[in-house]
């Protein structure tokens, strides 16, 4: 029997009809809205519970509240870069993205690192490991643009992605594995969180809005590449016309 | 509150990163919208 006919002929027309880039672009017109409206009504309300309502922490004072941004921007770093190993068709639109939220994730806790620890900086593992991870997505900026191919440079930026990946359980179990001035994690997929649940529900709002935003970022960002790819096809079809005999 | 200044920083940056993106997407889209409209008014995207 044929290898082709073995499969279900829905199986394939429904993977990859999101592929279509007109029904792409009505899809994502549609969603992108809705997604922009949860980002701001999820991070506006994290904002607002995590700095005027949850309570100040007995050892850091009100610098807790400087986890509501810096959290939930390390988890979308570390998301980022595994959906840029994951669907490397989306990865040069997720890239730059991931790359900032990785950075605010540096930069917010250098200022919870400051007044905490006296230091904006030290070579703590998991410190360091997000910094590789940050340099990690740089690497994958500029290798996906290195090229004249654009191929080419997203075979060679999804390689590179699927290597990084190692970085990610690194990052992860850093604060088990070595004596780290960074804390252990208080939400854990094992067991209950080790946090007080007036703290924990401005976090978790701060955190889906922020997923919603990178989302929306991630969306809109691909919609403007669909419509430029099809502009550049457009353009050369018509200078090949031009040039035809 | 304590600590204000960080927590300032940290919550402005946090805003002025998002935006940044939001606007640089949102500005994308409408110029690659306008040109491609231009280019092939049968597209409404």
């Known amino acids: 029997m044929d290898a082709s006919t073995t499969l279900a002929p829905s199986a394939g027309r429904n993977l990859h009809r999101f592929a279509n880039p007109g029904r792409f672009l009505r899809l994502s017109g549609r969603v992108l809205p809705y997604v922009a409206t949860l980002s701001l009504g999820f991070t506006l309300a994290g904002f607002i519970w995590g700095l005027f309502y949850a309570p100040a922490d007995w050892q850091q004072g009100d610098a807790v509240r400087i986890m509501y941004v810096h959290v939930p921007a390390a988890w979308l770093a570390s998301f980022g870069y595994l959906s840029l190993a994951v669907c490397s068709v989306l990865s040069v639109e997720i890239g730059p993205v991931g790359a900032g939220f990785t950075a605010l994730c540096l930069a917010t806790g250098s200022l919870w690192g400051k007044p905490m620890w006296g230091a904006w900086w030290v070579w703590d593992a998991r410190l360091t490991s997000v910094l590789v991870l940050f340099f990690l997505y740089l690497g994958h900026i500029a290798l996906v643009r290195a090229f004249d191919d654009p191929q080419r440079g997203y075979r060679a930026g999804a390689i590179l992605a699927l290597i990084g990946v190692v970085n990610l359980p690194i990052i992860k179990f850093s604060v088990d594995w070595w004596n780290t001035l960074h804390q252990p994690a208080t939400i854990k997929f094992t067991g209950a969180p080790s946090m007080y649940v007036g703290m924990l529900w401005p976090l978790l709002l701060c955190a889906l809005g922020f997923s919603f935003g990178f989302s929306a970022i991630v969306i809109a960002r691909l919609r403007a590449a669909v419509m430029e790819r099809r502009i550049r096809g457009l353009l050369m079809a018509r200078a090949q016309e031009a040039d035809a005999p | ?45």
């Open chain 2, 1 to 45: 509150m304590t600590h204000l200044p960080y927590i300032v920083a940290s919550y402005g940056l946090t805003v002025l990163v998002g935006a940044a993106y939001a606007i640089d997407a949102w500005l994308r889209m409408s110029r690659a919208r306008r040109r491609l409209a231009a280019i092939d008014p049968r597209t409404h995207p």
